[in-house]
């Protein structure tokens, strides 16, 4: 029964490490251990139904000095090649950069969010250089192969003279207007809001020609496959951040499509409905098309090059007669993933904030998280705190444990020489064993079921910590300024291995050798990864191994007291 309970704890210590390593591998956009295979599909990535759909996209991206290459392109201006102009406006919370070709926004600099590498620059989520591309791009096609509209790449002129939220203004209003295109133009408003990552894109499609057109509007979001940059070591985090399409639609929901699967064409994903929208991911930040009114959309995920992918939707916006106007309202989000707001701007953007198995935990444990930080204005000591009530809940839970491992660590010296003395005589060995347990009333495995019971809650709040951006930058005391990142003096590392040490020393010491060498060299090699993990989840642990200890220590002394008796 003693070795049962060993088997037991041990099995709980391998599930825990198994559940934070399988957080790792979602996070940073490896494959989860319980995810099920790849679908074998067929050229899956395009949409059905529309020789006018993501096939008859303008798949040029057009970048500083290659604007020659649109031109080229389909409904491009044929009077030249379209002319860059890069024009910067500015909000209180973001700077953000349009390309007066089609109109595309090529740059978002996040003002309240630091990069991570380097702390005297903002967070830049799109941007567009020689080496890296990710943008939003919006544009027309038409109905038949003969319609030429604008696209993306058509050249526009920017009618507004503002390029900064005005003092005590609620928004900027940019107005931009393309080139007509056999008679046609194409007129984006851009509006900012201030404290807002929602922008609100107003679509006006002019018919100034003779004839009926039958436009269709698309909005997409183009990037390559270069992963940001992450703090951390690639041996226990892999090389980045999982970063990657993501598509929600009323039928089926939240559907991640990883650039691989587009390399392989395996990738599946749901291809029309009335409802849904699309984003890019990745830790942290996020960027998506939105539009919440009941609309048919086709779905599309590609790869439109080298290195190059897009996810986006298609409208139809009907027939357009000669010297009529069609308007279509979308919400272009680029932004960090605040679970609050994600959640009000659209059904299920909140689920960009990948929790996986954990949600039904991991979102209460947030909220509850939120409101202590709202008590108490830190998110260091929010965590210390949640940690607290926690165990606090779980009070009587850890007791029953930590009475079942007092009792047997007192017992141990009597085993021990029970073990010694009948070393030859294993059956004998185990009815003394058994009959010690009954006389002095103790449960060999009632430590491990109150410890096994709370595992998925510790998990979760893993997962929460390891998901929120709020942690992003956010200090807790002396020389942690970032709980996102690991400790930069290992203090609280090593606290946590001294922790687990101290934890390690008032359980009971196994009779086997061999097993008791391991009971200090696994949480050794535990406490190692912790010398990289963020410090928001080492502080975490810390405080849960404190609490712990303290407990275990009480119920040890009362428990050596009334032996003493």
């Known amino acids: 029964m003693n070795d049962l309970r060993r088997t037991l704890l041990w099995s709980v210590f391998a599930v825990s490490l198994l559940m934070m390593w399988d957080g790792w591998l979602r996070h940073t956009g490896q494959p989860s251990l319980f995810a099920p295979p790849a679908p074998q599909a067929t050229a899956a990535a395009e949409p059905q139904g529309a020789g006018s759909g993501a096939a008859s996209l303008p798949k040029a991206v057009a970048t500083p000095g290659t604007a020659a290459a ?89 009618l507004t003279p503002e390029r900064t939220l005005a003092n005590g203004a609620d928004a900027l209003v940019v107005k931009l207007e393309s080139a007509p295109v056999d008679g046609v133009k194409l007129i984006k408003t851009y509006t900012f809001k201030r404290g807002d990552y929602a922008i609100g894109v107003k679509q006006d499609v002019v018919n100034g020609s003779a004839a009926t057109v039958h436009p269709q509007l698309y909005l997409q979001l183009t990037r390559d496959g270069k992963q940001p940059v992450q703090a951390g070591p690639s041996f226990l985090m892999g090389p980045t951040a999982y970063t990657g399409p993501a598509i929600y639609s009323a039928k089926s929901k939240y559907q991640k499509v990883d650039f691989k699967h587009l390399d392989e064409k395996t990738a599946e994903f749901e291809k029309n409905d009335t409802h849904g929208w699309v984003a890019m991911v990745q830790h942290y930040f996020a960027s998506a098309w939105l539009h919440n009114d009941a609309a048919e959309r086709t779905f599309f995920v590609d790869k439109t090059g080298p290195n190059l992918y897009r996810t986006g939707m298609l409208f139809p916006l009907g027939d357009l007669a000669a010297g009529q106007t069609k ?77 079942s491992m007092a009792k047997m660590k007192a017992l141990n010296p009597r085993i021990q020489a029970m073990r010694e003395s009948l070393k030859d005589n294993p059956q004998q060995m185990q009815q003394e064993m058994l009959k010690i347990y009954r006389e ?11 410890i096994l019971i709370q595992i998925p809650v510790f998990i979760s709040l893993y997962s929460v910590l390891l998901s929120s951006v709020e942690m992003r930058n956010a200090p807790w005391i002396g020389w942690i300024h970032d709980l996102s990142v690991k400790d930069p003096f290992f203090v609280l590392p ?21 097993q008791a060498k391991m009971m200090w060299i696994m949480p050794m090699l535990f406490s190692v990864m912790f010398f990289f993990f963020p410090s928001g989840l080492v502080l975490y642990w810390l405080t849960n191994n404190i609490l712990s200890i303290a407990q275990q220590w009480m119920i040890n002394r009362k428990i050596e007291a009334a032996a003493g008796k």
């Open 70 to 158: 649109a031109a080229t392109a389909p409904g491009v201006a044929a009077s030249g090649p379209a002319q860059h102009e890069l024009v910067t406006f500015t909000t209180d919370v973001a700077k953000v950069t349009l390309d007066t070709q089609g109109g595309d926004v090529v740059k978002v600099e996040l003002l309240k969010h630091l990069d991570q590498d380097d702390a005297s620059k903002n967070m830049v989520v799109l941007d567009q250089t020689p080496s890296h591309t990710y943008v939003a791009q919006t544009g027309l096609i038409g109905g038949g192969s003969a319609e030429r509209l604008p696209t993306h790449l058509t050249p526009m002129t920017i």
């Open 440 to 450: 002095e009333k103790v449960n060999p495995i009632g430590g491990c079921l109150p």
């Open 494 to 514: 090593a606290l946590m291995t001294a922790s687990t040490l101290l934890q390690t020393w008032l359980n009971p010491t196994p009779p086997d050798p061999v």
């Open 327 to 403: 308007s279509f309202d979308a919400v272009l989000f680029v932004g960090p993933q605040e679970e609050n707001k994600l959640s009000v701007l659209a059904p299920g953007l909140e689920l960009v904030k990948d929790y996986g198995w954990q949600r039904v935990l991991a979102e209460p444990l947030f909220w509850l998280l939120d409101q202590l930080h709202k008590l108490i204005g830190n998110w260091g000591w929010a965590i210390v705190a949640l940690v607290v009530l926690l165990k606090a809940a779980f009070y009587w839970l850890n007791a029953k444990a930590y009475q």
